[in-house]
């Protein structure tokens, strides 16, 4: 693959959010995918084990300057059909390339600012490929970005601890007398489940500020898709007392289809007439 080259569709078929994608209408479906395997490419740049240190850093700098210069002409059509803040890639490319080398955040507030670059930034980019007018879905994507990453970093705990990385913050883990050492040799102390929890919560606290504007609700369908998604998966690690060192939680594909038909049909409730919501009741006058 060249420095400027993102992955093939193929690469686009097997995460919840391609699975949320597929509802789009086909126009936007083929943009929003696009944009997608930007972020796919952008991410594994960042972690594949094949490119060394320096050559990760080099191509993401590529990249980076590439939001100026010109990107590769497909990504580059799909900056300007959609107004997209040139910005928000750079934010996405940064994030990624924090993540070359293992790295700790001191506090929460840091934490924030990484979630921003590698899921809000993405969110507020999608808003604008999704067709969405109302101002008030950006603050939606920006508490959904925060809810779906909090939700990634306690699922993928034990697989990011393989390779030395702690995304939880370290004030989190001195407030709740966990240890480095304890996540990373995959053997938690009796303080761990209460530092899980409370991640959890902040998580939930995420996903109950990220209410879908009314004039955008339809439009904004694959994100309330991956907002239930994500919340079964927190609900599940929950219920199994947050098995986050021996699995990855997921979802079943019919599980990940209940979320599309309860997302679907919220929407269609919204958008139906009285007299056909009230299932023959009579209508008013």
Not at 169 to 183: C, Q
Request: with cysteine.
């Amino acid at each position: 693959m060249s420095a400027l080259e993102i992955l093939p569709a193929s690469s686009a078929r097997s995460s919840n959010l391609a699975f949320a994608l597929l509802c789009l209408p086909r126009g936007r479906r083929a943009d929003a995918i696009l944009f997608y395997r930007f972020c796919r490419t952008i991410d594994d740049i960042a972690d594949r084990p094949s490119l060394g240190l320096e050559e990760k850093k080099a191509t993401l700098a590529a990249w980076f300057l590439a939001i100026e210069t010109g990107l590769p002409s497909p990504l580059e059509a799909l900056v300007e059909r959609h107004s997209i803040d040139r910005a928000l890639l750079g934010e996405i490319i940064q994030g990624c390339a924090s993540d070359i080398e293992p790295r700790r955040f001191d506090s929460a507030t840091a934490l924030e600012r990484y979630c921003w670059q590698v899921a809000c930034a993405v969110g507020l980019v999608s808003l604008k490929i999704f067709g969405c007018h109302d101002s008030c879905s950006e603050a939606y994507a920006v508490h959904l970005g925060h809810a779906l990453q909090l939700t990634n970093i306690l699922r993928d705990i034990g697989e990011d601890a393989r390779q030395g990385r702690i995304y939880l913050p370290l004030e989190d883990l001195a407030r709740f007398k966990v240890t480095e050492e304890e996540i990373l040799s995959l053997q938690p102390g009796p303080g761990i489940f209460a530092l899980l929890r409370y991640t959890a919560s902040q998580a939930r606290t995420r996903f109950a500020a990220a209410v879908p504007p009314e004039k955008d609700f339809e439009r904004l369908l694959p994100a309330r898709i991956m907002s239930a998604v994500y919340q079964r998966i927190l609900d599940r690690m929950e219920r199994e007392k947050f098995p986050v060192f021996q699995k990855r939680t997921g979802l079943m594909p019919h599980e990940k289809l209940a979320c599309i038909m309860g997302a679907w049909l919220a929407g269609f409730k919204k958008t139906a007439p009285a007299n056909h919501r009230s299932f023959g009741a009579p209508s008013g006058p």
